[in-house]
């Protein structure tokens, strides 16, 4: 019952249910946002690209992880990575181009 009960708050209350970005699990939550947003908002591109759904997160987060790993001493920026997730969740025309997304979403890691 308590199990249900928390589900249905959070489901109630969403935004503050949410998981913080971190760098641990961005490559996940990164590739959430991106693909999703790639399927929205830019339709023809998302179908060109992916052979499904599940090849986009995983290939967009393999190449997050490689990133990551290559910038070990780069510090992740929550907040910034926040912004990220929000311009991606954002409908297509307030979400800006792809060259606006990536210059905000690289700016996750302060080098």
Do not use: K
Request: proline letters at 4%; charged letters at 35%.
């Amino acid at each position: 019952m308590l199990r249900r009960t928390t589900l249905a708050l959070c489901l109630a209350l969403a935004p503050a249910c949410t998981v913080q970005p971190n760098r641990e699990d961005w490559p996940e939550q990164f590739s959430d946002a991106f693909c999703d947003w790639e399927r929205r908002c830019m339709a023809s591109s998302y179908f060109d690209n992916w052979d499904d759904h599940e090849s986009c997160l995983d290939e967009t987060s393999d190449d997050v992880d490689d990133i990551l790993d290559a910038l070990p001493g780069c510090d992740f920026d929550e907040r910034r990575a926040e912004d990220c997730l929000n311009r991606l969740n954002d409908n297509c025309r307030e979400s800006g181009d792809l060259q606006e997304i990536a210059s905000i979403c690289l700016d996750v890691l302060d080098c």
